[in-house]
């Protein structure tokens, strides 16, 4: 397991999960009770959240407590995805794919770089958002660029979100998405061989969630990308970080949020469903290569580094990439940084070099 430096970080939104949760028709999330959070340390205020930023990243931070998760934040959301699919930009494909059964079809974002070219690989992309926000048109800016520093197909999937569609359902999207490029390779001019699966934030917990599923059900997956996943919802409920972790963009509370509505009952409960929660899985053999990047003051940082270490262990090669001083998501306020661009340099590398074995 290699070790490289970058940084990042993402941040918090006060109050329990239950009063953001009794929401859209048809959730039934309104009925849990929020699980009593595990005591903090006692040297829990030692550092000012701040002070655990680099320098140089600090400038980024501007406003980055995160916004109180709420229904009239649920609400906003879905408008904004909404009115975003209507302007995805020029030479990305929209198509829709058959959904999981009984499910409505499937929203994919498709770039092919080089459609006269047959056999290329695959990049499958799962957007962010805390399994409760987030959007694929948010992702098609981003295509274009990922498709030539990595020389390949990319796909970002459209998968339904939490609180109106719980787990399972997300996951089976995204395996939906994962088993169309399967069957339908050779029409696409794809090698069904070199299909890699990957995301930020919630979009790495999804991309980890689908390779467990592809292993379980036998369907090849050549990598896994997980850039600061979203692992493990004891996070911030039965398993407290210090005060100054986790302070900005994404925090406990959001955690919290986010887990409780993914799972349909309280972050931190006993016996979450099978494959939701990668943490909690207690078989990680036969997973494909990975790479997880995430920073020192990221909410995930133990959690990803726990899941880096379970994976070696249970026989994956992983690439690991700590950034000193880094919050959540912390590239998209510093985009010209020196961390920023070695962080991204790497993951994408990484996948360039899982896709295409021969290249240096």
């Not at 409505?104 to 080089?114: A, I, K, N, Q, R």
């Not at 047959?118 to 990049?123: C, G, K, M, R």
């Not at 197909?153 to 994962?178: C, H, I, K």
């Not at 986010?258 to 053999?285: K, Q």
Request: aromatic letters at 8%.
């Amino acid at each position: 397991m290699t070790t490289q430096s970058q940084r990042l970080k993402w941040g918090s939104a006060a109050g329990a999960f239950v009063a953001g949760l009794a929401l859209i028709s048809g959730c039934a999330a309104a009925a849990h009770q929020d699980l009593m959070p595990a005591p903090r340390s006692s040297a829990d205020a030692a550092v000012h959240p701040e002070d655990a930023i680099a320098l140089d990243l600090r400038a980024g931070l501007r406003s980055r407590l995160p916004p109180e998760l709420n229904e009239a934040w649920l609400e906003q959301n879905r408008r904004r995805r909404a009115q975003a699919m209507a302007s995805i930009p020029e030479g990305i494909e929209v198509r829709s794919i058959p959904g999981p059964a009984g499910a409505p079809d499937v929203t994919v974002l498709m770039l092919d770089p080089h459609p006269d070219r047959d056999n290329d690989p695959v990049f499958l992309f799962m957007h962010g958002g805390g399994y409760v926000g987030g959007s694929v048109a948010a992702t098609a800016v981003r295509l274009p660029g990922l498709a030539e520093a990595c020389d390949c197909v990319v796909v970002s999937v459209g998968y339904r979100l939490a609180p109106e569609t719980p787990f399972p359902g997300p996951m089976e999207d995204n395996f939906a998405a994962l088993s169309w490029l399967h069957q339908n390779a050779a029409a696409l001019g794809i090698d069904p061989t070199r299909i890699a699966v990957g995301g930020g934030s919630a979009g790495g917990g999804h991309a980890a969630q689908l390779a467990i599923a592809a292993r379980d059900r036998g369907v090849p997956v050549r990598f896994q990308v997980l850039i600061y996943p979203m692992l493990d919802d004891r996070t911030g409920s039965t398993r407290r970080v210090p005060g100054h972790i986790g302070h900005f963009v994404w925090n406990e509370a959001s955690n919290r949020f986010g887990w409780s509505a993914y799972l349909d009952r309280p972050a931190g409960s006993d016996n979450p469903p099978y494959g939701a929660v990668p943490a909690r899985v207690e078989d990680l053999s036969g997973l494909p290569p990975a790479w997880i990047g995430v920073g020192s003051a990221d909410l995930f940082f133990a959690e990803n580094l726990e899941y880096a270490r379970r994976l070696v262990e249970a026989g994956a090669l992983v690439e690991l990439v700590v950034v000193p001083g880094a919050y959540h998501a912390f590239e998209g306020d510093s985009p010209d940084n020196r961390a920023t661009i070695e962080f991204i340099n790497s993951w994408q590398n990484a996948l360039r070099r899982a896709l295409h074995p021969a290249t240096p």
